[in-house]
């Protein structure tokens, strides 16, 4: 039976769901192993064994989060040869896909990004071109390495839980020799809203918000929602980057999306067409995000969206 390895970096308190998803793939390919990094919190590793990984590999050096992602690309190395994997599996964050990229490097191993589903066989269905084509990919090197895009499966555990054995991986001296190293770090203050990626309900805002994100935040806090905008909103820098949905930034599965102001281009709706709902409010009644609306509204955001928040406040009080 194959053994893939997923590479879980710094979960913090509890497993994401991207990690779950990944724990998920790797059961209906073969035997998990996980190559974790960070601290390991009990309920980290009780998700781990509910989920079915046979083995968690850790390195010897505490020290990977001091440098860029050179050093967990040694480490994963080291724990492809240590553990005999075939497959390994790593989320399709950007940082993810650079350790891949360094990995199937240091392995001479075949490297498939953007992965929205994997065959028992290990052949990778990809969605190409803003999610006009969905391709198949498989390599032909003995060791693959998937980088797979969140929401592309429904976590699930294992029908039997594991008592998972504990590996301790010597990651290289030279490893941290020559990598770039961090000086310093700021923390990302908290917004108290859930995460994009994994969201229930996400509010996003385009160029009709004009510079003000006022409306879209009020909506999304009286649903509990995350923040979403398109790339027209934070390339004009009207909120970070990390809320870009779309083709160049995060592809989002929620059970409701709000577009206001979003006129739909190919490359939004590649990131937020698999919603279960979505309601977009324009003004323009031929813009193109109506062609994948279940609800739309023909307004002005500025007046539709903070009658929506009221009526929400009033019925949730
Ligand atoms: C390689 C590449 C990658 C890209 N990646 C992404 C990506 O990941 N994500 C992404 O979003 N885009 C991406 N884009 C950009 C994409 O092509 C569009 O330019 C972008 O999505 C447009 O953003 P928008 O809909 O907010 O702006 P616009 O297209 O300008 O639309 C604004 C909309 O707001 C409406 N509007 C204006 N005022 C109001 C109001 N008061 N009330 C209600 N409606 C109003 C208008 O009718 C219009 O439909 C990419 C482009 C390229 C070339």
Redesign the pocket.
């Known amino acids: 039976m194959a053994r893939v390895l997923i590479f879980i970096d710094n979960p913090g308190p509890a497993l994401k769901k991207p990690s779950l998803e990944l724990l998920t793939i790797a059961r209906s390919l073969g035997e998990p192993a996980v190559a974790f990094n960070g601290e390991l919190k009990d309920d980290v590793a009780a998700a781990l064994a509910a989920y079915g990984a046979q083995a968690v590999y850790r390195p010897s050096a505490a020290d990977l989060d001091d440098y860029l992602v050179g050093p967990k690309a040694s480490y994963l190395a080291a724990a492809v040869q240590m553990s005999g994997a075939t497959i390994v599996l790593i989320e399709n964050s950007t940082e993810g896909k650079e350790t891949a990229a360094r990995l199937g490097i240091k392995l001479g191993a075949g490297v498939i990004t953007d992965v929205v589903a994997v065959d028992p066989d290990g052949t990778a269905h990809k969605s190409v071109l803003a999610g006009s084509y969905t391709t198949t990919a498989k390599a032909t090197t003995p060791v693959s390495v998937l980088t797979v895009k969140s929401n592309s499966v429904t976590p699930e555990p294992a029908v039997t839980g594991t008592a998972p054995e504990a590996v301790t991986v010597e990651v290289p001296e030279t490893a941290t020799a020559s990598s770039a190293k961090i000086t310093e770090r700021s923390e990302k203050p908290a917004s108290g809203r859930p995460d994009l990626a994994d969201a229930r309900i996400v509010v996003a805002?385009?160029?009709?918000?004009?510079g003000n994100f006022g409306p879209v935040e009020d909506l999304a806090d009286a649903l509990g929602a995350a923040i979403g905008?398109?790339?027209?909103?934070t390339d004009a820098g009207w909120i970070g980057h990390d809320a870009?949905?779309?083709?160049?930034?995060k592809t989002v599965s929620p059970q409701l999306y709000i577009s206001?102001?979003?006129?739909?281009?190919?490359?939004?709706k590649?990131?937020m067409q698999t919603a279960k709902v979505i309601v977009a409010?324009?003004?323009?009644a031929e813009?193109p995000?109506f062609e994948i609306a279940d609800f739309g509204i023909v307004?002005?955001?500025?007046k539709?969206l903070p009658q929506a928040t009221e009526e929400i406040k009033k019925r949730r009080d």
Not at 205 to 210: F, K, L
Not at 244 to 249: A, E, F, P, S, Y
Not at 281 to 284: F, Y
Not at 299 to 302: E, M, P, S, V
Request: net charge neutral; glycine share 24%; no cysteine.
């Open positions: 805002g385009g160029r009709g918000v004009d905008a398109s790339r027209a909103a870009q949905v779309g083709q160049t930034g206001a102001g979003i006129s739909g281009a190919i490359q939004q590649s990131g409010v324009n003004k323009d813009s995000v307004g002005d955001l500025f539709v």
